[in-house]
């Protein structure tokens, strides 16, 4: 079992860069494929981007290609979710999930969540 721990999130102007990080703790990190999901106000969680279990593979959401980036340090045991050009549609609460199997777009595949952190960006 993983604990995760999100952090660095807050109120930014819009083309601001944000990183937010994931500490994990409780088991071999290098064992679970990391995800980032993100919900906002009255919408459902939806996928923002993946990352695999030694870092090589990154996926993400075509809403946030290009302008996110998720990097790992195992040895740290932490993910990091670099965000630049911030959008107001990018304000949402956002998790870090952790999964055993190979990560999906699906919220409903990560038996392990944090507690999210909050992402605005002003207009």
């Known amino acids: 079992q993983v604990t995760l721990v999100e952090s660095g999130g807050g109120l930014v102007q819009t083309g601001d860069s944000l990183r937010l990080s994931c500490a994990a703790s409780g088991s071999t990190f290098s064992r679970y494929y990391i995800g980032w999901f993100r919900q906002a106000p009255g919408e459902e969680r939806v996928f923002v981007g993946s990352v695999s279990y030694g870092g090589d593979l990154a996926e993400y959401a075509d809403s946030v290609k290009d302008r996110f980036t998720i990097s790992r340090d195992n040895a740290k045991n932490m993910v990091y979710l670099q965000m630049n050009k911030l959008k107001p549609e990018d304000t949402a609460v956002y998790y870090c999930?952790?999964?055993?199997?190979?990560?999906?777009?699906?919220?409903?595949?990560?038996?392990?969540w944090g507690q999210g952190t909050q992402v605005t960006v002003a207009s």
């Open positions: 999930a952790a999964s055993r199997a190979r990560g999906t777009y699906w919220d409903h595949d990560y038996p392990y």
